[in-house]
């Protein structure tokens, strides 16, 4: 059974830190790249964060360059996504997903599994 698995969401203040995991099982990690995306109220679902299944090639959004930072452990069959100097524009829910193509692609037709997702609230 193919899972992926969010978490590490909350409320943060601005300026604060998060750290994003996703849990992977029932398919082998290192075929597949990864992707974070995020919804928040009322806005489309957006890419945030791709990482090739080597992890060799990366790609930001540019609201987000700078600030956050994608990593995975394919041992570990998890995922990471550093988010730093957080802003209220990042509170949405984030998703991570799983593609069988092996690039760094933010387009969602690419990806064929995806978790339930965890809030990321950004609020004084």
């Known amino acids: 059974q193919v899972q992926l698995v969010e978490s590490g969401g909350g409320l943060v203040q601005p300026g604060g830190s998060l750290r994003l995991s996703c849990a992977t099982s029932g398919f082998t990690l290192d075929y597949y790249a990864i992707g974070w995306f995020r919804q928040a109220p009322g806005k489309e679902r957006e890419g945030v964060s791709c990482i090739s299944s080597t992890g060799a090639s990366i790609w930001y959004t540019d609201s987000v360059k700078g600030r956050f930072t994608i990593s995975r452990d394919n041992a570990k069959n998890t995922v990471y996504l550093q988010m730093n100097s957080l802003r209220p524009e990042d509170t949405a829910v984030y998703y991570c997903?799983?593609?069988?193509?092996?690039?760094?692609?933010?387009?969602?037709?690419?990806?064929?599994?995806w978790g339930q997702g965890t809030q990321v609230t950004v609020s004084s």
């Open positions: 997903a799983a593609s069988g193509f092996t690039i760094a692609s933010p387009e969602e037709a690419l990806y064929d599994y």
